[in-house]
């Protein structure tokens, strides 16, 4: 990608996403399963521009929700309600309202109480809602502390001793219409034998539940495949349907469909955070070329930050960092940092860049596609960035970068909304 050309048309710092990628990893994912009968749902909050859920919903896949605002986004993508699933622990009662009315193809229940909810919901729409019910089956993956979700003590899903009152609810409410279970055991998963105990017990659990339950048509397994962001080894798409078949596939033949929720895997790659060099500044002397610890540390003060990409503050997450242009400079380790007020507020430390490295430099910090523009806040009311999507030479604003102030010509309303709050 020809950074420069781009950072003269876009100020920097914006989020860049390359189409190419992005259609070439929904290829890989939709050619690993073509053979098989499972369905491909991009989870959107990895990103959920329209035009980056466009390109999934044009290789066929469908879309996995956790909210209103994301199944409007998933619409305006292309994508059929009917493609679209929901989960989420919280799901208010007027977000299921307004899917059900707008057709959601699935809604995966994550309580008791909302599977009442859903009922209540679709009765007074005189409809039914299609529903899975995601099980925590209390097996977790190695994966980080915060992308962990299949603890007990973890909020997600059901626990299998709750089924009886499950079932209960179900047999009281025609407006029901359970169709299988759903399960989500975390994210940045290295390989497949890690997800083969959930597959496994969710597989066992779904033919139990089947023998009571004919109508039971499909089992969701959740998303969580890994990215390589630091050249480590993980499992491809095509390493999947192996182990998936060897778990489901007598399900598969008796006409129940797999569906799966990849969203890392779809966009991480094909992302980067564009961001210019402000200013270098040595803390304690230069730094040694060898990373002695005696020496300095080498601040590259850069325009972008936490606020904009929080994955390394909030998981210790690893991100490629690389200069724009050529150096035939030595590399020194570096801390990269952005300008916000938090100590947390770095991209990277001991990274190694070009020693000539300078205020103006650009530098691309890479597979940000994935969990950057959609979780970035406007902290120390800071821009929320613009975004662009390059198309082989084309490249084109999908989203205008918006400022502060203009959050602030729509919020600094002065309506009174209650005269009895300091009851
Ligand atoms: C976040 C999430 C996904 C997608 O996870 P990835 O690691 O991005 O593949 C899928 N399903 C559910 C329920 C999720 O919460």
């Excluded at 299998?160 to 359970?178: F, Q, Y």
């Excluded at 991100?319 to 020194?332: D, Q």
């Excluded at 570096?334 to 205020?359: K, M, N, Y």
């Amino acid at each position: 990608m020809n950074y420069a050309a781009l950072c003269k048309s876009a100020p920097t710092p914006f989020w860049v996403y390359d189409a190419s990628i992005i259609r070439n990893r929904c290829a890989e994912l939709v050619r690993a399963f073509a053979d098989h009968n499972v369905k491909l749902y991009y989870a959107v909050k990895a990103n959920d521009h329209p035009a980056i859920v466009a390109l999934a919903a044009s290789a066929g896949i469908g879309a996995c929700l956790v909210s209103q605002g994301e199944f409007e986004r998933a619409q305006a993508g292309g994508v059929q309600p009917g493609a679209m699933l929901m989960n989420g622990v919280g799901k208010s009662r007027d977000e299921i309202a307004f899917v059900l009315a707008n057709g959601i193809g699935q809604l995966n229940a994550e309580s008791l109480a909302e599977l009442e909810t859903i009922a209540a919901a679709a009765e007074e729409l005189n409809t039914r809602a299609r529903i899975g019910v995601r099980i925590n089956p209390e097996i977790t993956a190695n994966t980080h502390d915060h992308t962990t979700v299949a603890r007990r003590t973890d909020k997600f899903g059901l626990l299998i001793e709750d089924l009886p009152a499950v079932r209960a609810i179900v047999a009281k409410h025609p407006a029901l219409d359970w169709r299988g279970f759903s399960c989500h055991i975390g994210s940045q998963i290295h390989g497949v034998a890690e997800l083969a105990a959930s597959y496994r017990s969710m597989a066992e659990l779904f033919r139990a539940e089947r023998k009571t339950q004919p109508q039971f048509d499909r089992l969701d397994l959740g998303g969580g495949f890994g990215v390589s962001y630091s050249g480590e080894r993980y499992a491809r798409p095509d390493e999947y349907p192996k182990l998936i078949a060897e778990v489901t596939g007598d399900l598969q033949k008796d006409g129940v469909t797999i569906q799966l929720e990849p969203g890392r895997f779809i966009v991480a790659e094909a992302g980067a955070l564009v961001t210019s060099v402000l200013r270098v500044k040595d803390s304690g002397g230069a730094p040694a070329s060898d990373g002695s610890p005696s020496a300095g540390t080498r601040f590259v003060i850069v325009d972008a930050a936490m606020n904009n990409l929080i994955r390394p503050t909030l998981y210790d997450a690893y991100h490629p960092i690389a200069l724009a242009r050529e150096s035939a400079a030595h590399y020194v380790p570096c801390t990269i940092a952005g300008p916000v007020c938090e100590s947390a507020d770095v991209f990277a430390r001991q990274r190694e860049l070009p020693e000539d490295v300078a205020a103006g430099d650009i530098l691309v910090i890479g597979f940000a596609g994935a969990y950057g523009a959609t979780m970035s806040s406007m902290y120390n009311a800071r821009d929320r960035l613009a975004e662009v999507l390059v198309d082989g030479k084309k490249a084109t604003l999908i989203r205008r970068v918006m400022t502060a102030k203009e959050l602030d010509e729509i919020t600094l309303a002065s309506d009174v909304i209650t005269r009895s709050a300091d009851d």
